[in-house]
């Protein structure tokens, strides 16, 4: 069995990434063409959040046989998941997550560009309520579904009432609700929140939904 610093030192050796694979997550930072500094930022608190796998965690056989005798996991599905926890999966999922978020929206020096807006009437856009900003890792973001080039102004119609509706919601969830397809916004099948909005539908249905709580 293999002493505690014996674990400490090889899980170091696995956890250590290679100089090329450095090289390469800044080349992947850049190719996103935002302010790098800033996703570097966020990955690494978000990384720095995730609390490390240890072996003192592992199950131990008799655990592992328990679980596969009681049906839960096969030994196969249990090593490939312990093998993925291991090679980092989890902090990875919180990472993609986290990029997607970043990906699906804009900085404020973007909105502002895109809107053709100085930075104080950004400000008091957001404080009239006829813009939906977030907080992400500490950065104002403008998540995109409320914009749109073939709509007066690029935003989405009806988003101050929409932001009234779902503004003290979890963005997040805003998010997903704005890009799923709903029952009761069809027009030649359904269509999400955006899509709706864009080709003309009333807010009546988004308050229907909201009502109904028929979403988080």
């Known amino acids: 069995m293999n002493s505690p610093e014996e674990k400490s030192v090889r899980h170091r050796r696995q956890a250590e990434p290679s100089a090329a694979s450095m090289a390469a997550l800044a080349d992947a930072i850049a190719r996103l063409n935002a302010d790098g500094d800033y996703v570097a930022s966020v990955l690494t608190g978000a990384l720095l959040a995730q609390r490390p796998v240890s ?5 131990t056989p008799q655990e592992a046989g328990y679980l596969a005798s009681s049906g839960a996991t096969t030994p196969e599905d249990f090593q490939d998941t312990s093998s993925r926890v291991a090679r980092g999966s989890l902090p990875a999922v919180a990472a993609s997550t ?3 978020s970043l990906h699906q ?9 895109f809107l053709h807006l100085d930075e104080a009437s950004l400000d008091q856009a957001v404080e009239n309520g006829e813009l939906y900003a977030v907080d992400i890792a500490g950065q104002r973001r403008f998540p995109s579904w409320q914009f749109s080039l073939s709509s007066p102004g690029k935003l989405l119609p009806h988003l101050a ?12 969830s805003v998010s997903g609700l704005m890009a799923t397809p709903q029952p009761v916004m069809v027009a030649e099948g359904r269509q999400t929140p955006v899509e709706w909005f864009r080709s003309g539908g009333g807010i009546e249905a988004l308050e229907h939904i909201v009502e109904g709580q028929k979403w988080r």
């Open 55 to 59: 072996d003192d965690e592992d199950p």
């Open 98 to 100: 986290l990029l997607t």
């Open 105 to 113: 929206s804009m900085s404020a020096e973007s909105a502002a560009l």
């Open 161 to 172: 009432q929409i932001i009234a509706l779902l503004g003290e919601k979890n963005w997040v």
